[in-house]
């Protein structure tokens, strides 16, 4: 076949709009990774009093800054990780201030805490918490028996702690009972929580649980349906997982195709 001068201008013209469609798709792409991040659930609620800047660069993220808690640098990767067209996360943050030494009173307030608040039928914001070589007391007011009763059991679960003081007060004064926290409050609103940010509440939640802690499990989410995989060394161990998902944020039903060893 013979090549004619047009046939190279249009191969030409062809080649040039695909390499400057290229980088325009990819600008794009990053710009929509970035906003997602910053409205996502998890980045307007559990982080949105931490230093945190993002950047994304063909689809590679990386997250720079200062967190309050360990708990948000997870947090905050696994949220951007989970988002499309992320093809890496790199988690530079740090967190601010003086970082409680591992198994400590300090430390173990912190991760009960952080258990607490990931939790949609306990009101952790609302839940004292103190420790004392191990023994955790908990105080504050719930909304009901069933209420305190599972809040000592999430605290209960926590990695480190040998036992609970539950001081809890059941009221029926449900302007102190119910105090909404921030995350209750967007939920009320009808906003949607976001499936990046529930994968990674979950992931999150799993991982702070002592029964769920060493499960090689896999967490993904469309509309708010997540589906649990992998592997658990007992039944016990699967359904406690099935249990601790269905009770995050944003979770509407929990789909548990863990596989029992």
């Not at 839940?127 to 009901?144: F, P």
């Not at 009763?149 to 539950?166: H, I, P, Q, S």
């Not at 509309?223 to 359904?239: F, I, N, Q």
Request: hydrophobic share 40%; net charge negative.
């Amino acid at each position: 076949m013979k090549i004619t001068p047009y046939f190279l201008i249009l191969l030409a013209a062809a080649a040039s709009a695909v390499t400057l469609t290229s980088p325009l798709f990819a600008s794009e792409t990053d710009d929509r990774i970035e906003l997602s991040a910053k409205e996502s659930f998890v980045f307007k609620t559990y982080l949105k009093d931490d230093d945190i800047s993002l950047q994304s660069k063909d689809g590679l993220v990386t997250l720079t800054g200062t967190v309050s808690a360990p708990s948000h640098r997870s947090l905050a990767g696994d949220t951007v990780a989970g988002l499309p067209g992320v093809t890496a996360v790199d988690n530079q943050l740090i967190e601010s201030g003086q970082t409680p030494a591992e198994k400590s009173d300090a430390w173990l307030i912190t991760k009960v805490k952080a258990t607490l608040l990931l939790h949609s039928n306990v009101n952790g914001s609302a839940t004292e918490v103190n420790t004392d070589k191990g023994i955790v007391t908990l105080r504050g007011q719930a909304a009901s028996n069933a209420q305190k009763d599972l809040t000592a059991e999430y605290a209960r679960d926590v990695v480190g702690v040998k036992e609970v003081v539950n001081e809890m007060t059941v009221t029926a004064d449900t302007e102190q009972a119910g105090k909404t926290t921030m995350t209750e409050k967007m939920i009320t609103l009808g906003e949607k929580i976001d499936d990046a940010s529930i994968t990674a509440l979950v992931k999150t939640t799993l991982f702070y649980h002592r029964s769920t802690s060493g499960l090689n499990t896999s967490v993904t989410t469309k509309d708010g349906v997540v589906t649990l995989g992998g592997k658990a060394r007992t039944g016990a161990e699967k359904d406690l997982a099935g249990k601790f998902a269905s009770d995050v944020h944003g979770v509407k039903t929990v789909n548990n195709t863990i596989s029992v060893e």
